[in-house]
């Protein structure tokens, strides 16, 4: 039905005011969505194009007599020509606002540590949305990671914007062309309403009311249920829980479970499962009317009067519309008359806070390279965690620096409380990134993998047979080393210490060798036995020593044919130690090139089974303190190859149990235990300086000649 004093224009940049005439137009709006303007104009410039059009800002504006009531403000995104009769060219025009752009950009990026409304305003100004508006009054925490994987601006934003339980919508103003992307997290922050009268019979008027208002209630789910996981508090439950406030009658029993629940901390796990059930019961009561009125509009609030229902007659917020106007005597010769506008609307309570429906996220098909990352100069660069950062080959935004990404688990082979496998990926290498559950948000280290900048150890493929554990010097050439050869008849475990190697063997140590065992020591080597020590060989044994050998004991050297033991005041090898025994079970040559010192703190004891030769080329001393006594079980034998000699300080006893005897060639001396002395020679001379004492019972002396 025509309507009294309604009009309708469109101004266009770059295009004279009267270039164009509006014949219709149509504009769908909804909360969390682009609008889309469909506007038929009529023009007698038959010569536009898309260079004229594309991309301008088109204005439509609805007047009442000359008073405009709104302006829908936007970007020319599509062009059609149409008809022409002759006169009058006809053209279609798709309008959408400035945030539409934000549709057209695919993009994969990282944000590290930003709330939402930090990442918001930069997408914002990435598609150059400058009129906007941050109505937000609950807590937003800034997220550690998220992603934008494959998606486009517009779709990463409203996901995001899901999540956080945040709407938008566009604020016209009701004088001049400024038009607002507001974004909100409350219905608080909405316009007050203003009144519009019901009337089912409404007649040509410029009176605005609302003709036709039905209301709906729906079942919808009743209570969301989160859980996720976070590996630093992996006995955290994890688990939230929200219940809708008013049922209106349906049962309780209809539930989401949601996992995983897309968050690693209590603020993000309550509110994300509240948003989340509020955003599935955005519509449980919901009302739909037509209305004269192009106020109506997502995010304006009106008070309803004059309907039948009392219980309708309230507050309302509009949360979507489709705003339809027609202007047939806009074309020349047109039959039809007069300018009609219709607009039908949803709304829901005035005081309930509109929620964007949760919205799926994006999944990574499988695993994907990507290069571990560090300060410039850094070549293990991790956390307390052992996770690392990497630049993945999608990121364009960010350096292959400490910053490249968010700090990323690694996978281990064997991970316990304080023990397991640990090997840290180094700067420069390449690994093999996974998603937890396919999240882009969730990145885990799964594996390495060789490339043309690191090659493997060895030399491929002659080196096939070998499995090796090479590990690289910190800032430095060398390497440890652990490899296995499997080659047939080369079998071997080689093991290489760039510097030290340690053992440390809390219970017993067998090593068996089968056929050979070399140890070679360039440097000093000592062996540390706290109590006994035991070496056994079956056939013969060879000490060479290029210089001193020096044994000392510090308490005693006793015999002992099954013990051999070394002992110091503690672990530390080169302390002083205090006693040595050891036996030797049959023959044992010790063979030095310098000299060789013995010390002995106490006593010493040498006991030997067989044969105990010892040989001097040079002088041999043997010296005591206080007496020497050497014993033989049947014959002491002391042969000199010159002369001997026997120096005695006192008194000098020889004791012999059966006699004694001295020979020198053909002289003669003997001692016997019956108390018989002989004396014999060729010639006796007994001299006497001063006198010569014969005594006994009697004197014989026999001879041929006296």
Request: with cysteine; glycine share 8%; hydrophobic share 35%.
């Given at each position: 039905?025509?309507?009294?004093?309604?009009?309708?224009?469109?101004?266009?940049?770059?295009?004279d005011a009267e270039t164009f005439a509006v014949v219709s137009f149509h504009l769908v709006q909804s909360y969390s969505s682009l609008f889309t303007l469909d506007?038929?104009?009529?023009?007698?410039?038959?010569?536009?194009?898309?260079?004229?059009?594309?991309?301008?800002?088109?204005?439509?504006?609805?007047?009442?007599?000359?008073?405009?009531?709104?302006?829908?403000?936007?970007?020319?995104?599509?062009l059609e020509r149409g008809e022409y009769d002759g006169h009058i060219m006809h053209y279609h025009l798709r309008v959408h606002p400035p945030f539409w752009r934000s549709s057209l950009r695919q993009n994969f990026r990282n944000f590290q540590q930003?709330?939402?409304?930090?990442?918001?305003?930069?997408?914002?100004?990435?598609?150059?949305?400058?009129?906007?508006?941050?109505?937000?009054?609950?807590?937003?925490?800034?997220?550690?990671?998220?992603?934008?994987?494959?998606?486009?601006?517009?779709?990463?934003?409203?996901?995001?914007?899901?999540?956080?339980?945040?709407?938008?919508?566009?604020?016209?103003?009701?004088?001049?062309?400024?038009?607002?992307?507001?974004?909100?997290?409350?219905a608080f922050y909405l316009p007050e309403a203003f009144t519009i009268p019901y009337n089912p019979q409404p007649r040509p008027t410029a009176t605005a009311c609302i003709s036709q208002?039905?209301?709906?209630?729906?079942?919808?789910?009743?209570?969301?249920?989160?859980?996720?996981?976070?590996?630093?508090?992996?006995?955290?439950?994890?688990?939230?829980?929200?219940?809708?406030?008013?049922?209106?009658g349906q049962r309780n029993q209809y539930e989401v479970m949601d996992y995983p629940g897309r968050f690693k901390d209590e603020q993000h796990g309550k509110d994300f499962t509240r948003y989340q059930l509020e955003g599935w019961r955005n519509d449980t009561e919901i009302a739909a009317g037509n209305s004269n009125s192009a106020k109506l509009w997502p995010g304006t609030r009106f008070t309803l009067t004059d309907h039948p229902a009392d219980d309708l007659n309230r507050d309302w917020q509009v949360v979507a519309s489709e705003l339809h106007g027609e202007q047939p005597q806009a074309v020349p010769g047109s039959n039809a008359s007069g300018t009609t506008l219709t607009n039908a609307f949803q709304a829901i309570p005035a005081n309930k806070t509109w929620r964007p429906t949760p919205l799926p996220k994006p999944k990574v098909d499988?695993?994907?390279?990507?290069?571990?990352?560090?300060?410039?100069?850094?070549?293990?660069?991790?956390?307390e965690y052992g996770r690392v950062r990497v630049k993945f080959l999608w990121d364009r935004y960010h350096a292959a620096d400490q910053d490249s990404s968010c700090w990323i688990q690694v996978s281990q082979p064997w991970a316990g409380a304080g023990f397991g496998h640990l090997a840290i990926p180094r700067v420069g290498q390449e690994v093999i990134v996974d998603f937890l559950n396919g999240d882009p948000d969730q990145p885990i280290?799964?594996?390495?993998?060789?490339?043309?900048?690191?090659?493997?150890?060895?030399?491929?493929?002659?080196?096939?047979?070998?499995?090796?554990?090479?590990?690289?010097?910190?800032?430095g050439e060398g390497f440890n080393e652990l490899r296995f050869e499997d080659a047939a008849g080369r079998e071997e475990v080689y093991v290489h210490a760039e510097k030290d190697m340690n053992h440390v063997i809390?219970?017993?140590?067998?090593?068996?060798?089968?056929?050979?065992?070399?140890?070679?020591?360039?440097?000093?080597?000592?062996?540390?036995?706290?109590?006994?020590?035991?070496?056994?060989?079956?056939?013969?044994?060879?000490?060479?020593?290029?210089?001193?050998?020096?044994?000392?004991?510090?308490?005693?050297?006793?015999?002992?044919?099954?013990?051999?033991?070394?002992?110091?005041?503690?672990?530390?090898?080169?302390?002083?130690?205090?006693?040595?025994t050891f036996s030797v079970a049959s023959h044992g040559l010790v063979s030095g090139m310098g000299n060789m010192t013995t010390y002995v703190q106490g006593s010493?004891?040498?006991?030997?089974?067989?044969?105990?030769?010892?040989?001097?080329?040079?002088?041999?001393?043997i010296s005591a303190g206080e007496m020497v006594t050497i014993n033989a079980g049947t014959l002491l034998n002391l042969v000199a190859g010159g002369n001997s000699k026997d120096v005695c300080g006192g008194v000098k006893f020889f004791q012999a149990t059966e006699g004694i005897e001295l020979h020198v060639g053909k002289s003669f001396i003997s001692l016997n235990k019956n108390g018989q002395v002989i004396l014999k020679g060729n010639n006796i001379i007994i001299e006497g300086d001063n006198e010569v004492l014969i005594k006994s019972n009697s004197v014989k002396i026999e001879g041929g000649s006296i």
């Open positions: 039905m025509p309507q009294t004093g309604v009009r309708f224009t469109v101004d266009v940049d770059g295009q506007i038929h104009v009529a023009s007698s410039n038959i010569r536009l194009n898309a260079r004229d059009l594309l991309e301008q800002t088109a204005v439509l504006t609805i007047w009442q007599g000359s008073t405009p009531q709104r302006h829908i403000k936007g970007l020319t995104a599509r930003q709330d939402i409304e930090s990442i918001i305003q930069r997408l914002l100004d990435d598609n150059r949305v400058t009129d906007t508006s941050f109505l937000l009054g609950l807590a937003h925490p800034e997220r550690e990671f998220c992603v934008q994987y494959g998606e486009t601006d517009y779709e990463f934003l409203c996901r995001l914007l899901s999540e956080e339980g945040i709407f938008f919508y566009e604020e016209h103003a009701r004088e001049g062309t400024n038009q607002l992307l507001i974004f909100a997290d409350k208002f039905s209301h709906c209630a729906q079942i919808r789910p009743a209570y969301v249920v989160s859980k996720d996981y976070t590996f630093k508090f992996p006995d955290w439950p994890g688990r939230f829980r929200h219940d809708a406030d008013e049922l209106n499988g695993p994907q390279p990507a290069i571990v990352t560090g300060p410039e100069g850094e070549e293990i660069f991790c956390d280290i799964m594996g390495r993998a060789y490339n043309f900048n690191n090659y493997t150890p060895g030399s491929l493929p002659g080196t096939k047979t070998q499995m090796t554990i090479r590990s690289q010097t910190y800032k809390n219970n017993d140590r067998t090593s068996l060798t089968k056929r050979h065992s070399v140890d070679k020591v360039q440097g000093n080597s000592a062996v540390l036995t706290n109590r006994n020590r035991i070496i056994h060989t079956a056939g013969t044994q060879d000490l060479h020593v290029g210089g001193d050998y020096i044994l000392s004991v510090g308490s005693g050297f006793t015999d002992g044919l099954k013990m051999m033991s070394l002992t110091s005041d503690d672990d530390n090898v080169g302390n002083v130690l205090k006693h040595l010493r004891i040498e006991h030997i089974n067989l044969t105990d030769t010892s040989f001097s080329l040079g002088s041999k001393a």
